[in-house]
């Protein structure tokens, strides 16, 4: 099994920034599709970016050039930095990893139902 822990989250003001972080443990792979998602109440989860097993990365539109999302392998950790927060960011953030590659998924791969493996949960809260 994995174990996903995020850790990060917080309240923040409109144009603030945070990094979330999600450490991994139990049968993870460095190869393994990593991204990070969210909800918001009422809303379906979201992709907000992914990173495959060479670093590439896909992010989703609503927050291409604020948020970037990266690894280290040695500590088995995924990030996302978060700035220019907007209050529509608020959410709770997952942090998830598929079971292979992201280049086994269709090109498409930044969606949920691609994801095995699920942390808690994070809540950032965007206030204007």
């Known amino acids: 099994q994995v174990e996903l822990v995020e850790s990060g989250g917080g309240s923040v003001q409109a144009g603030g920034s945070l990094r979330l972080s999600c450490a991994a443990s139990g049968y993870t792979s460095s190869k393994s599709c990593m991204g990070w998602f969210r909800q918001s109440p009422g809303k379906a989860r979201e992709g907000v970016a992914g990173?495959?097993?060479?670093?590439?990365?896909k992010t989703a539109d609503s927050v291409k050039g604020r948020f970037t999302i990266s690894k280290d392998n040695a500590k088995n950790t995924l990030y996302l930095q978060m700035n220019s927060l907007r209050p529509e960011d608020s959410a709770m953030y997952y942090c998830?990893?598929?079971?292979?590659?992201?280049?086994?998924?269709?090109?498409?791969?930044?969606?949920?139902?691609?994801?095995?493996?699920w942390g808690q949960g994070t809540q950032v809260t965007v206030s204007s």
């Open positions: 998830a990893q598929a079971r292979r590659p992201c280049s086994f998924y269709p090109s498409n791969w930044l969606s949920d139902i691609y994801f095995n493996y």
């Open positions: 990173i495959d097993k060479d670093g590439n990365t």
